[in-house]
């Protein structure tokens, strides 16, 4: 599964930015999804999940409230909505699938990954 990331950019504090993420081929129906996220010289972290048919939700709490995570299963997406950007925020952010289904927060978890979206925010 090739995995692309898109929708990042340089952005104020307090701006919204959704985040996208598609595949051409394989549908991604059949995989629990995620994003991550990656500061400079830090790990990468656990930002969202999302079940098969996006019924269940699981966020970082750096993010909870004021994030949405979101799958359109027909064409093949998965967003992120993060609203109230802080320079904290700021990272390249990944979208990842997991073939195992689990809905996981660790990124050990996660088979196929996209190349990464970069969100930098300024104060």
Not at 5 to 26: K, N, P
Request: glycine share 10%; charged share 20%.
């Amino acid at each position: 599964v090739q995995l692309q990331a898109s929708g990042g950019g340089s952005v104020q504090a307090g701006d919204s930015l959704q985040l996208s993420c598609t595949t051409s081929g394989r549908t991604l129906s059949s995989y629990s999804l995620g994003w991550f996220r990656q500061g400079a010289g830090k790990e990468r972290e656990f930002v969202a999940t999302i079940s098969l048919n996006g019924d269940h939700t699981y966020y970082a709490d750096s993010v909870k409230g004021r994030s949405t995570i979101s799958r359109d299963n027909a064409k093949n997406t998965v967003s992120l909505q993060v609203d109230s950007l802080q320079p904290e925020d700021t990272a390249v952010y990944y979208c990842a699938a997991d073939r195992y289904r689990r809905n996981s927060d660790d990124v050990a978890d996660y088979t196929y990954w996209g190349q990464g979206t970069l969100v930098t925010v300024s104060s």
